[in-house]
């Protein structure tokens, strides 16, 4: 492979295409001045103007929010899995029916297992422009987004209406949705007793991972934070693993699932048989299975990268161990 050819499989930071109306809240105060980026899948967006970087699909998607401070993603649920790792700044996670069952502080690096089916939302706290990566489960991210009864509602007033089958129409701009064509139905209340409201301590527990710990964690090999036996404990179909730059020796290597490599700090070499390509923070490979490669921190004692690789497992609902 070529490094013309290779480039096809990197999506760099810089080049990112956003989105600014992929989701039913982008005109809602608050949530306007989001940026949705779907890197590798087409994600969960329900505009057609969103711009997808690498369509291929290795069993998840990855995308990305970018947000100015003090604004913040509406709530809302999946049925598969939704992990976001914090690439810049400071970020609030909130959960429950009305954002209030309890919320938890990310900083860069720290990295989130959000449970399926728990409505979620974040917003930046931080002084400056921050960004969060993220992994869906699933080729099809389950399916999309389950909003809160109130988003919708919210939406609405707006000018933003959600069809059942998923796309976004803007009365704004004079846009109607097709003959025969229906709303999205809210939940009803039964379906949303249903819907738990999670203790803080438990999420805490069981599904974040702080950076440091997992530079400590990486000194001597690759740290397992998400799979059956990771860190946090999830089937979601597939695995992610902390990197730093002992974790690797400098030798080629390959594996029989597809691997995407997203560094969070330092730069990165990826050699090959026929060439090399320098990753920097932000920038998202893809790499198929079988391809040998090595990978080498640049000068850093601090870098550090996820690594995500598919599995076996199917994706949907958390994993209760």
Not at 73 to 92: D, M
Not at 169 to 183: F, H, L, S
Not at 256 to 285: Q, R, Y
Not at 311 to 318: E, K, Q, R, V
Request: charged content about 20%; glycine content about 10%; hydrophobic content about 35%.
């Amino acid at each position: 492979m070529t490094l013309e050819e290779m480039e096809k499989y990197i999506v760099r930071y810089a080049d990112l295409k956003p989105c600014k109306t992929a989701f039913i809240d982008a005109h809602t105060p608050g949530s306007s001045q989001k940026d949705n980026f779907t890197i590798i899948g087409s994600g969960v967006s329900e505009s057609l103007d969103q711009h997808v970087h690498i369509n291929q699909t290795p069993g998840f998607n990855i995308g990305a929010a970018g947000q100015p401070p003090k604004c913040f993603n509406s709530l809302h649920y999946h049925n598969t899995a939704e992990v976001f790792f914090v690439l810049k700044g400071c970020w609030r996670f909130f959960w429950g029916l009305n954002g209030n069952a309890g919320e938890v502080i990310l900083n860069e690096g720290d990295i989130f297992n959000i449970p399926t089916h728990v409505f979620r939302g974040f917003e930046n706290v931080g002084r400056e422009y921050g960004m969060i990566m993220s992994i869906l489960g699933g080729d099809d991210s389950g399916g999309g987004v389950v909003w809160a009864p109130q988003v919708l509602d919210a939406a609405t007033v707006h000018g933003l209406i959600l069809s059942e089958t998923g796309l976004l129409y803007d009365t704004k701009k004079g846009q109607k949705m097709p003959v025969g064509e229906k709303p999205m139905t809210k939940l009803s209340e039964k379906e949303i007793l249903g819907i738990p409201e999670v203790p803080v301590h438990y999420i805490v527990r069981d599904y974040v991972a702080r950076y440091w710990d997992l530079m400590a964690l990486s000194k001597n090999e690759p740290c397992l934070v998400i799979g059956e036996k990771g860190l946090l404990k999830d089937k979601p179909g597939f695995e992610i693993e902390f990197i730093s730059s002992k974790s690797l020796g400098q030798e080629l290597y390959s594996i029989n699932h597809f691997e995407v490599l997203m560094p969070m700090k330092g730069d990165w070499n990826l050699i090959w048989e026929s060439g090399e390509a320098v990753l920097k923070p932000g920038d998202t490979c893809l790499l198929k299975p079988n391809f040998e490669h090595s990978l080498i921190a640049v000068n850093s004692s601090e870098s550090s990268l996820y690594r995500i690789t598919n599995t076996d497992d199917l994706a949907g609902p958390t994993w209760k161990g």
